[in-house]
Nanobody, 122 residues
Framework: VQLQASGGGSVQAGGSLRLSCTAS????????MGWFRQAPGKEREFVAA????????YTATSVKGRFTISRDNVKNTVYLQMNSLKPEDTAVYYC????????????????WGKGTLVTVSS
């Protein structure tokens, strides 16, 4: 399974970015997908996840109301719309494919992409 993330870049605080992650190598629509991030000097943390049909989403408290995860199963792509960005959102963002149809943090993620850097300046 290959996951290719894109859409990262530099933006000023208050701005927006949309990350995309395209998957190949297995039936994309059968699995949950997620976004995680790792800031410099910090551990990787959960950002958002979405179930196989898109009917259920899960969002970290730190980004709730600002970030939205969505997916297009025809395009094998998951998105992360990021609005009202803050300097503390600066991180490498990774997309990941789940082990089943719904995200379960106890099970972890099956596959990881290489990440895309988001830098938010004040």
């Amino acid at each position: 399974v290959q996951l290719q993330a894109s859409g990262g870049g530099s933006v000023q605080a208050g701005g927006s970015l949309r990350l995309s992650c395209t998957a190949s190598g297995r039936t994309f629509s059968d699995y949950a997908m997620g976004w995680f991030r790792q800031a410099p000097g910090k551990e990787r943390e959960f950002v958002a996840a979405i179930s196989w049909t898109g009917g259920s989403t899960y969002t970290a408290t730190s980004v709730k109301g600002r970030f939205t995860i969505s997916r297009d199963n025809v395009k094998n792509t998951v998105y992360l719309q990021m609005n009202s960005l803050k300097p503390e959102d600066t991180a490498v963002y990774y997309c990941a494919a789940g082990t089943g149809r719904y995200y379960n943090p106890s099970y972890g993620m099956a596959y990881w992409g290489k990440g895309t850097l988001v830098t938010v300046s004040s």
